[in-house]
């Protein structure tokens, strides 16, 4: 690491204070981006779709949990597959603290994997997480949010994520939906990120962004550098960190 110049108080107050306006800037931005956003088309969802909780099976509409706003998370775990993503972990260890107020603003969160729950549930408890995760196992769900793809899609070209052609052979990705439900019990698609999309949800970025090193990784958005799940760091505990309430 380099050092910048290192100048007398006046100087840093100075140089301080000028950077501020851009600052300020960039947050108006985000109040307008996020405006934007809210104002986009909305798309009705028409398909039943149904998945797998520990209470037994629940419709899209059931995941809402009496809320009109619900925010989905994909979480990349297939079938049969040992891998556990760290960079989807990494962002679920934000998910319970941010729950506690998301629920009592009319916003319900929930994670879905294609995975069994036999599969989720022991992972789940190893990490120490108290957010809901359902799975997706025998619908076409996150074949039509675009997160899954079949072998026959990559061999043909034909999967697209994040609006554009899929670039790689990966047949799981993440991402985010966000939904609402209407009075007569109506569903509309009303957003999704996918990709980095999610970056602004992972609150340890942030803090990074303000430190001298920052994320420190060798390429953009390469979480892949430090990022481990949360008990693979040295010193850390096989009992999962219980972040929730």
Known sequence: ?????????????????????????????RD????????????????????????GPARLGDLF????QLIIYHFMMAPGDP??????SFLCDHIDGANQHLRQHDVSLVVVSRAPLAEIAPFKARMGWAFDWVSSEGSDFNADY????????????????????????SRELPG?????????GDIFCTFQVRSR????LIGAYHYLDLTPKGRNETGRGNL??????????????????????
């Open 83 to 88: 891998h556990r993503c760290p960079g989807c």
């Open 32 to 55: 307008a981006l996020a405006e934007a956003r809210r104002n986009l088309p909305w798309v009705k969802v028409e398909k039943d779709y149904v998945f797998q909780t520990p209470n």
């Open 224 to 245: 892949s550098d430090w990022v481990r799940l949360h008990d693979e760091y040295e010193g850390g505990s096989r009992q999962g960190c219980h972040c929730g309430p």
């Open 176 to 184: 985010l939906t966000v939904f609402y439900k209407d009075d007569a």
């Open 146 to 169: 675009k997160v899954s793809f079949s072998d026959e899609q990559i061999a043909a070209g034909t999967a697209v994520y994040n609006f554009a052609p899929l670039r790689g052979s």
């Open 65 to 68: 949990q009496g809320r009109s």
């Open 1 to 29: 690491m380099t050092l910048p110049r290192i100048v007398s108080q006046s100087e840093w107050t100075e140089a301080h204070r000028a950077h501020l306006a851009s600052e300020k800037a960039f947050m108006r931005q």
């Open 197 to 200: 999309g999610g970056d602004p």
